[in-house]
């Protein structure tokens, strides 16, 4: 019965018919607190929503703020990992909720932050492989967010340690990997094809234009990607909504760039 639960669950956050999925992160609070774009919560989950995400990103303590009670339907995948800005080891994620607490709050599936390469690589994998666990036993879909961060990373970008991290999240037992994309659909692909399971790809830091933003989403989709987990350069957009219309015209109908820039 679990196995049938995940399933179901999957289509809450993939779209089952190209099995793809436009996701949008509104977990950046704990972060770098409410920065522009998410301090009324409420409203840039409208409009994701009204342009077509499948599924939203947030942590615990926002779903009754974000909660749709009309509008578009949209999936919620709820974070369990948390660190701050402040803190003298940011990149250090710890564990503050629990699957069974995702799955009481209403989530169609969770998701795990880890960077390998950090000094607490060790702790941060062994909250992977208890919340995997948890995930199978729950049938809950595990999104799991790999990224290479620490002394003996000298790019996080270089399609060698992007690939080592997808390898982890699927091997560790994630449903779908998250990771930075690596530049060009060539070496991308690289990262696809040592995966078994879908990749998808972070957005990261503002970009200077809706170009480059669409032909990193349409690389990812050529190298054989599932699709985006993409936030500031989504719900920092001036238009948030047709900015999603525009990535989903990608992502499902592989439409051109250009033809979503007319969109926008």
């Known amino acids: ?34 920065i522009y774009g998410i301090s009324d919560i409420k409203e840039t989950v409208a409009k994701v929503a009204e342009g077509g995400a499948t599924a939203i990103v947030e942590h615990k303590g926002l779903i009754g703020a974000g909660h749709r009670r009309r509008g578009g339907d949209i999936g919620l995948i709820v974070h369990l990992s948390a660190s701050t800005s402040l803190s003298p080891t940011p990149h250090s994620k710890s564990l503050v909720c629990s699957v069974e607490e995702a799955l009481k709050l209403g989530a169609d ?57 997808a390898r982890v999240g699927c091997e560790m037992g994630a449903d779908v990997v998250k990771v930075s994309y690596t530049g060009s659909p060539e070496s991308f692909r690289e990262v696809v094809e040592g995966c078994t399971v879908p990749v998808v790809i972070a957005g990261g830091e503002k970009m200077n234009s809706d170009r480059e933003i669409l032909e990193v989403v349409k690389g990812s989709i050529e190298a054989g990607g599932a699709g985006i987990s ?35």
């Open 1 to 34: 019965m679990t196995i049938l639960g995940k399933q179901i669950r999957m289509e809450r956050v993939v779209d089952r018919n190209s099995g793809r999925t436009l996701i949008v992160p509104l977990d950046h609070g704990v972060t770098v607190g409410p």
């Open 230 to 264: 993409i936030g500031r350069n989504v719900f920092q957009h001036d238009n948030p909504t047709l900015m999603v219309r525009a990535m989903a015209h990608i992502i499902f109908e592989n439409g051109t760039v250009e033809d979503a820039l007319a969109m926008l």
């Open 109 to 165: 599936a969770v998701s795990i932050h880890v960077n390998i390469g950090d000094s607490q690589e060790r702790e941060m994998l062994k909250d992977f492989g208890r919340v995997s666990y948890e995930a199978r036993n729950w049938g809950m879909p595990l999104l799991a967010m790999v990224y290479p961060r620490g002394e003996k990373i000298k790019d996080e970008y270089d399609v060698s340690v992007v690939k080592h991290a």
